[in-house]
């Protein structure tokens, strides 16, 4: 059956901690320098780590567009998908992970650390994050289910807004 | 799929626009990016060609106030017109929580039009989105060209309507943007829905935030 449209999902502020504790174990144990959390449709849900000198919306967008790109080559080489890129610099690096076909974590990092390790803390911390965001989506209304949001109620402000 | 995170307070929405090639889309998120103040947009990104054609996508994100306390940001995207670029053109309606469709006016680009509307159905069902359901709407624009067709013909090529099968919603529905208009009415005994539409010169900037805000408004609502 056709879905209205993708359905709308939140992030609370004990799933956000929860998610920053998983990417500054991350960055503790791999020595990377920072990493994002994108989710598929190219919105930036949390970064941890040094602070980023470039736009991380733009980024994000990128990065999202980056995999579903990669997603469909996979598919016309018979492949499902690719589960993580990296994209080798002179300087900087960078390691893209899927976490639950859900989102996509993002690990900078230099030569004070190898993609091999960076690699293999990844593979932890996605597995760890992938339970927080199945539990997530759990919680969100099935598609088509009664989607009492969270502007419930607001239809004059939302008009006040942009116009009746 | 709007994404509401608490932590920040934000609510964040995807908007597509989609069209046939050189229809104006990206004309309408430079417009956007000209005149909202640096503090309520983003960077603007372009994949385009070195002839500054649409390759992969523009973006542009803005921010349009606040509502119950929460930031509403928009995520603007435009996908490449051109036919060749389908594969590109689907990856970007993934998520999407609503869509505008840019027409191009011109008589002469009657068929690109109705080609690219054709895709954009093929696109969203082949994600399982149903349009007729979404937030959607379509901008005609270009309408100072002598050439541009009358609005009525435009109409009944790219917004015939379908049928509304409810009958909670068998009632006229009176069109906001177009007053004696309406976006559901009996047509030969049955019960037609068509997407609002509106006028545009995106160039110079005519009826661009008039879209954006409707288009907004429509996705808000889905959240109330």
């Known amino acids: ?164 | 799929m709007s994404m509401i995170n608490y932590a920040s307070r934000e609510i964040n929405c995807k908007l597509v626009y989609y069209g046939p090639g050189l229809g104006g889309k990206t004309t309408n998120l430079e417009h956007v990016y000209q005149k909202v103040s640096p503090d309520a947009r983003g960077k603007m990104v372009s994949l385009a060609t070195e002839t500054e054609r649409t390759l992969f996508f523009d973006f542009l994100p803005v921010d349009l106030g606040t509502i119950r306390g929460f930031k509403t940001r928009f995520h603007l995207y435009t996908v490449p017109g051109q036919v060749y670029y389908n594969a590109s053109r689907k990856l970007i309606l993934k998520g999407v929580d609503g869509v505008v469709f840019v027409a191009d006016s011109q008589i002469e680009r009657m068929e690109a039009n109705i080609e690219s509307m054709q895709n954009l159905y093929d696109n969203m069902a082949q994600y399982g989105y149903d349009l007729t359901k979404i937030p959607f709407l379509i901008q005609y624009n270009k309408r100072d060209l002598p050439n541009a067709a009358p609005i009525k013909d435009l109409q009944a090529a790219l917004n015939p309507g379908w049928p509304v099968e409810d009958p909670a919603k068998q009632k006229e529905l009176p069109d906001p943007y177009h007053a004696g208009e309406r976006l559901i009415q009996l047509v030969d005994d049955q019960w037609v829905e068509r997407v609002p539409y509106l006028e545009s010169v995106a160039i110079t900037g005519e009826g661009v935030f008039d879209t954006l805000k409707a288009v907004a408004k429509l996705v808000l609502k889905t959240l109330s």
């Open chain 1, 1 to 164: 059956m056709a879905e209205i449209a993708a359905s709308s999902w939140s992030l609370d502020e004990n799933d956000y901690r929860r998610i920053l504790e998983h990417m500054n174990a991350l960055l503790q144990e791999s020595s990377a320098r920072c990493a994002l959390l994108v989710d598929r449709a190219g919105q930036l849900l949390a970064n941890a780590g040094e602070q980023i000198s470039f736009d991380p919306t733009a980024f994000a967008s990128l990065t999202a567009a980056d995999f579903s790109a990669n997603d469909q080559l996979a598919k016309m080489i018979g492949e499902p998908e690719f589960a993580s890129l990296f994209h080798q610099g002179e300087k900087e690096s960078m390691y893209l992970a899927d976490v639950a076909r859900r989102v996509i974590l993002v690990v900078l990092f230099d030569q004070r650390t190898t993609v091999g390790m960076v690699r293999l803390k990844v593979k932890q911390t996605v597995i760890e994050l992938a339970k927080v965001f199945d539990e997530m989506f759990k919680r969100a209304p099935a598609p088509g289910a009664d989607r009492k949001g969270v502007l419930e109620g607001a239809e004059d402000e939302i008009d006040k807004l942009f116009g009746a």
